[in-house]
């Protein structure tokens, strides 16, 4: 039975207490304090496996004592943050393991997956009555401190506001720069030898005088005796109770606006024994186990390991599949496991969008995938697309409509077998150009052309039964380009979005945030980012954005053996 919470913030959506398995509590004195921040709700944050994975490393460190503090749910009125910092409430953000207040801690670590959560960093800082900006924080002040995968693909539109980063997989990081923490160093010194000390750290206020440097992301080199899996089950989570297990880092297949197809080359395998080791350490825990990876079916023991989970009788989930590597036995194990909803991305409705993204997989990968799926009874489908995506047309757009007619056909005839229908879900995404992509010198289409290509999609599919379309907010994908792409200066915008929302804060700064988001970028123009050295050549990725516009497709990453993006070398 898990241990009942009841954190001294009612973290969660419901007024239901939330009841977890795993968590850790150091009492007694001499620890240092760590507050691992997630700039979310506690629901969002305790769905990320790299936050509990930082989670797990940093209490593994035996004179630290790493407690969690997430964003309080905004559906709960009560706990609403005003957009004005200088009100002050007698509500506190509070850790969830003693109900310390954030501005008690030695350090804080903010774990950021995702940018649109950036402004929240402001937002709890703010709250907990310590200064935003690095510069106007003194002794008295906790350590801020930032990872995740959002910073290793570009810090600079929050810099300002932190002290370092640790850019890189927390597996190479945490362990080293503790070892150099103390409880009472003296903060500018530690924070000017950083650097040198630490492969991966990155202090800003060391380079205000713009001369060229280069910090060079940690990345593990195998994942022989690593395993990545839940530390923490609970019941508010968007996986209720489900005990997540990464099989495999990165993506070979190069999609060129994908950032974890790049940054995380070559692609690791974890050892299908490391797996198996995780589902025997979830038995007795729980009896769902989620299976999750950028490229669930490139495991070459996937079968195996689906088999091994169903002899052991857990109830398994996938993230997305891919249509061109649905083997049989691996069809059949989704089947036995009871397998519901699949997901597979198209992401391009034509086969010229498809090889200007380099999504290889033609038209008859996806429809017998479709097939396939319905036919071993997993009746839904969910469908990833892509908007306003670099050189699209019209008839692109167009074209994802047609694809999802036979793909409604092909699952429609698929289901007279199985004498019910499920339903076809379309998620449809605008396109958002990502650091560490070929697509890094793209623009974002505008919102009015978007809008239009929306607008095509639901007429085309209106009077289609049993299929849902969800589009993504084109505001948000709007200011998620902003503080993907931002420099330094962006931090500016967050302070201003806070206290007055984004919508006049980008109007104020039309012509900057235009600059940042509707521009293409002349590829040999520097980028914020470019400090970062995430290992795959700059100019592979010209090479990849040059095919793109000629329509030409390039293979998977080989893994081994190959010196075409630099990271084997």
């Known amino acids: 039975m898990g241990k009942r919470l009841k954190p001294p913030w009612n973290y969660g959506s419901n007024k239901n207490k939330i009841i977890e398995q795993g968590a850790i509590v150091k009492k007694g004195k001499?620890?240092?304090?760590?507050a691992l921040v997630y700039p979310n709700t506690y629901k969002a944050g305790m769905s990320s496996l790299g936050f509990q994975t930082v989670y797990?490393?940093?209490?593994?460190?035996?004179?630290?004592?790493?407690e969690r503090v997430f964003l309080p749910d905004p559906k709960q009125k009560a706990q609403s943050f005003t957009r004005d910092l200088q009100v002050t409430s007698n509500l506190q953000v509070k850790s969830v393991e003693s109900g310390l207040t954030l501005n008690k801690?030695?350090?804080?670590?903010?774990?950021?997956?995702?940018?649109?959560?950036?402004?929240?960093?402001?937002?709890?800082?703010?709250?907990?009555?310590?200064?935003?900006r690095s510069p106007d924080r003194n002794h008295t002040h906790p350590l801020v401190v930032a990872g995740g995968v959002a910073c290793f693909l570009n810090p600079e539109p929050i810099a300002p506001f932190m002290d370092c980063f640790l850019?890189?997989?927390?597996?190479?990081?945490?362990?080293?720069?503790?070892?150099?923490?103390?409880?009472?160093?003296?903060?500018?010194?530690f924070l000017h030898s950083l650097e040198k000390k630490i492969s991966g750290a990155y202090v800003p206020a060391l380079h205000t005088?713009?001369?060229?440097f280069q910090i060079k992301v940690q990345y593990l080199k195998n994942l022989d005796t690593i395993t990545t899996a839940t530390s923490i089950l609970t019941t508010e989570t968007a996986f209720k109770d489900t005990f997540l297990i990464e099989t495999l880092k990165g993506c070979p297949h190069g999609c060129r606006f994908c950032s974890a197809g790049f940054i995380y080359r070559p692609p690791r395998i974890y050892p299908a024994e490391n797996i198996y080791a995780a589902m025997n350490s979830a038995t007795g825990r729980t009896d769902k186990i989620g299976l999750v990876s950028s490229a669930i079916a490139d495991h070459p023991y996937i079968t195996n390991i689906c088999n091994y989970g169903l002899k052991h009788n857990f109830k398994l989930s996938f993230s997305s599949l891919r249509a061109d590597k649905l083997t049989h036995e691996f069809i059949t194990a989704l089947s036995s496991a009871k397998v519901k909803t699949a997901t597979i991305a198209p992401e391009a409705g034509s086969a010229r969008m498809r090889n200007i993204i380099n999504k290889n997989i033609d038209e008859h990968d996806i429809l017998f995938a479709a097939q396939r799926l319905v036919n071993a009874g997993i009746m839904n489908l969910k469908l990833y697309f892509m908007i306003g995506l670099p050189f699209e047309q019209d008839q692109d757009i167009l074209a994802?409509?047609?694809?999802?007619?036979?793909?409604?056909?092909?699952?429609?005839e698929a289901s007279k077998k199985q004498k019910k229908i499920g339903t076809i879900t379309l998620s449809v995404n605008p396109f958002i150009p990502k650091p560490f992509t070929p697509f890094q010198w793209a623009s974002m289409t505008d919102e009015a052309t978007l809008k239009k290509r929306v607008a095509l999609i639901r007429q085309g599919l209106k009077k289609i039964a049993n299929i849902k379309i969800n589009i993504e907010s084109l505001r948000k994908a709007k200011i998620h380009a902003l503080l993907s792409r931002g420099d330094q200066k962006t931090a500016d915008l967050i302070e201003s979005a806070l206290k007055n929302g984004w919508s006049f804060t980008m109007k104020q700064n039309k012509t900057y945030c235009d600059?940042?988001?509707?521009?293409?970028?002349p590829i040999d123009t520097p980028l914020p980012w470019d400090f970062l050295d995430n290992r795959v050549k700059k100019e592979f990725h010209a090479k990849e954005f040059i095919k793109s516009r000629q329509e030409k497709k390039s293979p998977p990453c080989p893994m081994i053996d190959c010196t075409k993006c630099n990271t084997c070398i």
């Open 30 to 34: 001499g620890f240092i304090k760590a």
């Open 56 to 66: 797990r490393i940093a209490n593994n460190i035996n004179f630290l004592a790493c």
């Open 105 to 132: 801690f030695d350090i804080i670590l903010f774990s950021i997956s995702f940018e649109n959560d950036f402004i929240h960093i402001v937002q709890l800082l703010g709250k907990a009555g310590i200064p935003l």
């Open 167 to 189: 850019l890189g997989e927390a597996e190479c990081l945490l362990e080293p720069f503790f070892d150099k923490f103390l409880k009472k160093i003296d903060k500018n010194s």
């Open 209 to 212: 005088d713009k001369n060229p």
């Open 400 to 412: 994802i409509v047609d694809l999802t007619k036979k793909i409604k056909s092909v699952f429609l």
């Open 515 to 521: 600059s940042i988001i509707y521009q293409e970028t």
